[in-house]
Structures are given as structure tokens and as C-alpha cells.
């Protein structure tokens, strides 16, 4: 669901852009209450896991469409609202600048669609009501499926109505609607059913984790070495060789597109775009999670992505190195968090 330039005007971009940034300062001013020297690991972590498993399109039975993890329901479980909104907002920025997943214009709109649902909605008023009582694989596998779908429906809802205030005539509301809600309710489903598997997993083997989380507190004296490890196992095995399996139909957004214009690109003669698109040909050196080509190797690549699995060490590449610039970037800014929370009890 990571939309391209194409779909917002330079309006809609901008105004998601800074809503998404004020919710983002926001964060930042509230995970200082959570945040210790264990809490940034886990956050890197989690962020590097959540790029792995986006890049595993799964199949969709009977639609010729596909779907990927959003993950941002499993990083405001583990992590909580505020520190797993700043993750996803890593993680969609690796991904724009880096491998031209998703558009720089259109960043602050799926920060908006990924993360604020999930972590400031589907989480506190729906996940937490089901767990409020008391945690049990049970309520998390109900909790997890409910707030999953809920979150994506919401997620898929927003980007209908952004192209309709964008004023992208080729995708008419209605239409575009009734297919984008369905199959995102598929795809929730299966995303609810991972999440669940996940978390079930760390509450089995550290369920201090989920309840300090659930109540808003550090991590403290909480042993987490033991899931850093397996998080960073999961993470060179998904991303680097699960990646392979990849489904290569169009995702569920892509595949509205076709079934309501025709085709998954838009085209746009705004210069706002033409610079911005100039900018992210730059920065991503591993786009579309493969090595750039050039106009000898490009039908030899386009054959052997008709194979499957896709074996190729370009997957493989994007993968881990995707995981390590997200724990990097996650790392730094969990750190200048941190420092400042220093300073700020120095001072007082």
C-alpha cells in the first residue's frame, strides 16, 4: 500500500507531510517516558524485521492481486504507539530513498496510512480493549486479527480518499473504493494472522515485554537479548532468501489501479513530481530491491523475474542491506532521544 507521486497533488503531499511530521515531533516527545538503552535495540530491531517481511508479497487466491505485511499493528504491540509510529516512518523513508518503494511527495501520506491508524487507533481503542483484562495466546491471536483489518481497512480507506482530494479523475471514487476495501480486507486477514504468530511467540518467551508495552513503561531490567537474536535471524532469513518467494502480482493497490484505470502508473506533468522523481532515481541505489540495470541486462532481468522462486542476489542484497540501514537510522534517532531525555533531567 505504499503509494507512488503519481497519485497525490503537490497540495495533498504537502499537507500529509506536515501532519505526518507533527505527529512524528509528537512521538518524539512522548517516547522519551519509554525509552532506555533497551528500548532502541528493540526498536531497531522490529523496524529492520518489518522491511524484511513488506518486501514478501503473498498471493491472494482467485484475484491475481497480492499483499504484503503493513507491520505497523506489530510494532505498536511490542514497542508501543509512539515508539512504533517513529519506526514505521523509518522504515517507509529507507524504503522511498533508498529503493524507491513508495514516493517522496507521497511519504507523509504512508507514514499517515501505515502508521497513524494502526499505532494511534486499531491499538489503544481495539487491541487493548481485548487484552485489557489479562493477556492468553487466545485474546492476542482475536486482538491481533481484529485490529490487523480494522487498521488496514482504515489505511486503504485514506488512500481513496487522498487520490479523490488530489483530484485523480482516473480512479473515481466509487469505484476505486469498492475495489481497494475488499481486497485489503483479505490481506488484513492474513496480516492479523502473522501478527498474532509473532507476538504470540515473544509473550511465550518474554511476556514482560508485552505488559510493561501495554502500560506505557520502559523496559527497565526486562532480559530481551534472547529476541534480539531471533528478530535478527528472522530477519537475514526472511529478507534475504524468503524474499525470493516473493509473489510478483500487483499488490492490492496496484491491482485497484488496473481494474479501475487500466494501468498501475498515472502519469503527472507537475514539475514538483519531475524533481522530486529526479531526486529518488539518485538516492536509490537498490531500486525496486534489485541492482540497478542498464539497457544490455534489463530483458535478462525482466526473464528471470517470471521465474519463481526469484532467486537473485540482488533480493538478497536490498534485504539485509535494507534491515541494517533501518536498525542504523532507528538506532541514531532512538540515541538522540535518549540524550536529550538526559540533558532535559540534568537540567531540571
Not at 113 to 130: D, E, Q, S
Not at 139 to 150: E, G, H, N
Amino acid at each position: 500500500m505504499h503509494m507512488a507521486d503519481a497519485l497525490i497533488s503537490p497540495i495533498v503531499g504537502g499537507t500529509m507531510l506536515a501532519t505526518s511530521g507533527g505527529i512524528t515531533a509528537y512521538s518524539i516527545k512522548k517516547v522519551q517516558n519509554v525509552i532506555d538503552e533497551k528500548k532502541i535495540p528493540l526498536m531497531g530491531v522490529m523496524g529492520a524485521f518489518v522491511f524484511a517481511a513488506q518486501m514478501i508479497n503473498f498471493s491472494i487466491p482467485g484475484t491475481g492481486s497480492s499483499g504484503h505485511l503493513g507491520g505497523g499493528m506489530l510494532l505498536a504491540i511490542l514497542l508501543g504507539p509512539h515508539a512504533g509510529f517513529l519506526t514505521m516512518a523509518s522504515i517507509l523513508l529507507i524504503q522511498a530513498l533508498f529503493f524507491g518503494d513508495g514516493g517522496l511527495l507521497a511519504y507523509g501520506c504512508n507514514v499517515f496510512n501505515l502508521g497513524f491508524y494502526t499505532c494511534f487507533l486499531a491499538y489503544p481503542y481495539i487491541y487493548k480493549w481485548f487484552t485489557r483484562k489479562g493477556i492468553n495466546s487466545k485474546k492476542i491471536f482475536v486482538a491481533s486479527l481484529i485490529s490487523s483489518v480494522i487498521g488496514l481497512q482504515l489505511g486503504s480507506l485514506s488512500v481513496v480518499i487522498e487520490t479523490l482530494l488530489s483530484g485523480k479523475t482516473e480512479l473515481p471514487f466509487g469505484t476505486f473504493f469498492l475495489l481497494m476495501q475488499p481486497i485489503h480486507l483479505a490481506i488484513g486477514i492474513v496480516e492479523g494472522l502473522v501478527t498474532a504468530a509473532v507476538v504470540t511467540f515473544i509473550w511465550k518467551y518474554r511476556p514482560e515485554i508485552l505488559e510493561r508495552t501495554a502500560k506505557g513503561k520502559a523496559l527497565a531490567s526486562t532480559t530481551i537479548s534472547k529476541v534480539i537474536i531471533a528478530l535478527l535471524v528472522a530477519v537475514v532469513i526472511v529478507g534475504g532468501f524468503f524474499s525470493w518467494f516473493a509473489s510478483s502480482s500487483p499488490d492490492g493497490l496496484e491491482w485497484s489501479m488496473e481494474k479501475t484505470a487500466g494501468t498501475s502508473e498515472l502519469e503527472t506533468s507537475s514539475e514538483i513530481h519531475e524533481i522530486l522523481a529526479n531526486v529518488q532515481s539518485r538516492t536509490a541505489f537498490l531500486p525496486d530491491y534489485d541492482f540497478k540495470t542498464n539497457g544490455e541486462n534489463e530483458e535478462q532481468d525482466m526473464k528471470s523475474e517470471d521465474k519463481w522462486p526469484s532467486v537473485n542476489s540482488g533480493t538478497t542484497t536490498s534485504g539485509i542491506v535494507g534491515g541494517l540501514l533501518t536498525i542504523v537510522l532507528i538506532g541514531a534517532t532512538g540515541y538522540i532521544i535518549n540524550l536529550i531525555k538526559r540533558r532535559r533531567r540534568k537540567i531540571s
